[in-house]
């Protein structure tokens, strides 16, 4: 099985910038769609950000322009960059791995991810 683990989450102001990165360790070749999901008190898990093996990515509206998913795959790592962060972006933000979904495209909805990561807390202040 695969396994992830967050890391990088933290307090900063609106703003500011902060990287989150995933861990990913086991059966890792199994892995074709990786992603980021968050969420906020009171709200539904969304997903923010998905990256497929070529790199192709897909974004949230709300990410578009201000988040950027990438992956090392030398190290096993998924990483999302967010800049220009807002209180509203203030969630616990999750990794999740899955296998290709229709057409081998990778999408944001939260059933296509099989194994997900602890999740780290994101708190931007205002």
């Known amino acids: 099985q695969v396994q992830l683990v967050e890391s990088g989450g933290g307090s900063v102001q609106t703003g500011g910038s902060l990287r989150l990165s995933c861990a990913a360790s086991?059966?890792?070749?199994?892995?074709?769609?990786m992603g980021w999901f968050r969420q906020a008190p009171g709200k539904e898990r969304e997903g923010v950000a998905v990256i497929d093996s070529f790199g192709r990515t897909n974004y949230a509206d709300f990410a578009k322009g201000r988040f950027t998913i990438s992956q090392d795959n030398a190290k096993n790592t998924l990483y999302l960059q967010m800049n220009i962060l807002k209180p509203e972006d203030t969630a616990v933000y999750y990794c999740a791995a899955g296998a290709a979904g229709f057409g081998g495209f990778c999408y944001r909805q939260l059933d296509k991810y099989k194994r997900w990561g602890q999740g780290t807390q994101v708190t931007v202040s205002s």
């Open positions: 086991g059966d890792i070749y199994s892995i074709y769609c």
